[in-house]
């Protein structure tokens, strides 16, 4: 019989979200969590020093497209829910080698699910009605919007388009279908740009916090004014939280910070606040080090979420405005320089090479 006492299972809990996942977790909770993660270059073990050692947590390396591990998992841990956040995540990788993200967001939620489906079919089914399998997908499903438009709502078309989008995209509608099919009792959110400590320095806030600690130009794609929604991870992880509690089967739920910025805005803020918490740093004004360069291909203009089903049936809102979400984060990149230092060494130069080589004027 499965409890609120009984595991559950987070896939990806060692990359950005996921760690601020079970963190959140393991501290506001405290039920058993088993973190099935492959460690790519993407995850992070010392994010979760914090819970290693805690009764209750249990990480196991491996690739969710291992079905028999998947399986062995489930049989042994007996989850009441799955936590599907594994993947590849960055668009611009995605443009460069779109393979891996196909084989891991498509192929590997098809694995999960399957093993998932096994597992489920076989408990009594009380068990089966509580049960809860929760992927946590993207905006980027819905394509762009143009200035006018009405931000993104649940009943919206997918018009994904770079590999990333797509392959969440096929992700999606793979959970949907294994709902519909099989009845499986999968919720669905798609949630904008997080941002927020122990980010990857790949995606925009860390990679210019990053740079313009260090005096480097700081790349700015096309003319800088794409629209983004960005969410504090920690808002993220608490709509995670309730979507899983009060979620209904079946259902999607739009997770976003109602805070449209321009990308030359965002930049701009940070700058500001990197030149108010480093008086004495030679590179003053910070917003000086921006620098226009080539555009992303097919880059999305404008993402903006309407989160109200969220808020009128999780009862769900981000506490965190951007001004308070960024302070926070600027203030950890800063006192975390050894974190910083780790994950930029090795293999991040050459990808540094390869995204930024292209696009010099
Ligand atoms: P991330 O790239 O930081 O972390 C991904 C994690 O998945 C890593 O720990 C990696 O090792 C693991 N992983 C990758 N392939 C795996 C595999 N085959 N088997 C097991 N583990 C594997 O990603 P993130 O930014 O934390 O995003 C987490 C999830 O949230 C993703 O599904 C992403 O699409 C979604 N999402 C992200 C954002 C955002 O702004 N970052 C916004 C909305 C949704
Ligand atoms: O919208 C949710 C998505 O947000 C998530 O699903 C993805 O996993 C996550 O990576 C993020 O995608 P983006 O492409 O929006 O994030 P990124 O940080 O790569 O870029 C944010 C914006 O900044 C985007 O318009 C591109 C721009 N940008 C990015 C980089 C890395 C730059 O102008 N310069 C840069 O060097």
Not at 84 to 110: C, K, M, Q, Y
Not at 129 to 149: A, I, M, N, Q
Not at 321 to 327: N, S, Y
């Amino acid at each position: 019989m499965l409890t609120q006492d009984s595991p559950i299972l987070v896939t990806g809990g060692a990359g950005f979200i996921g760690s601020h996942f079970v963190l959140d977790w393991m501290a506001e909770v405290g039920t058993p969590l088993v973190n099935l993660d492959k460690l790519t270059y993407a995850g992070n073990l010392r994010n979760l020093e914090p819970v290693a050692q805690k009764p209750g947590y249990t990480f196991v390396r491996g690739d969710i497209r291992d079905r028999e591990l998947v399986l062995e998992l489930l049989k042994t841990h007996r989850p009441r829910a799955i936590v599907h956040l594994a993947a590849e995540s960055h668009v611009d990788r995605s443009l460069v080698g779109p393979g891996e993200f196909l084989d891991t967001n498509v192929h590997g939620t098809f694995v999960l699910l399957e093993a998932t489906r096994s597992y489920w079919q076989e408990l009594p089914a009380a068990d089966r009605e509580t049960f809860r399998f929760l992927h946590v997908s993207t905006d980027e499903v819905y394509g762009s919007l143009k200035p006018g438009d009405a931000p993104f709502e649940e009943t919206f078309a997918f018009r994904p388009n770079s590999p990333y989008a797509a392959s969440k995209a096929a992700s999606d509608m793979l959970v949907r279908a294994w709902h519909k099919s099989y009845g499986l009792p999968t919720v669905v959110t798609n949630c904008s740009n997080n941002y927020g400590p122990m980010q990857f320095p790949e995606k925009l806030l860390p990679l210019v916090l990053h740079r313009a600690v260090h005096g480097e130009p700081l790349p700015i794609y096309g003319d800088g004014q794409q629209v983004r929604d960005w969410l504090y991870v920690g808002d993220h992880c608490r709509a995670l939280r309730v979507a899983l509690e009060r979620g209904k089967p079946g259902q999607t739920y739009n997770i976003g910070g109602w805070n449209e910025q321009a990308n030359l805005n965002t930049v701009t803020m940070l700058c500001a606040l990197l030149d108010e918490m480093l008086p004495e740093s030679p590179h003053r004004p910070h917003a000086r080090l921006m620098q226009s360069v080539a555009d992303r291909p097919g880059h999305d203009r404008r993402y903006a979420i309407n989160a109200s089903k969220a808020e009128r049936e999780l009862g769900w809102r981000p506490v965190e405005t951007f001004e308070t979400g960024l302070r926070k984060t600027v203030r950890w990149y800063l006192d975390h320089p050894e974190w910083v230092q780790e994950v930029t060494s090795g293999a991040y130069r050459e990808w540094m090479e390869t995204n930024y080589a292209q696009r010099r004027g």
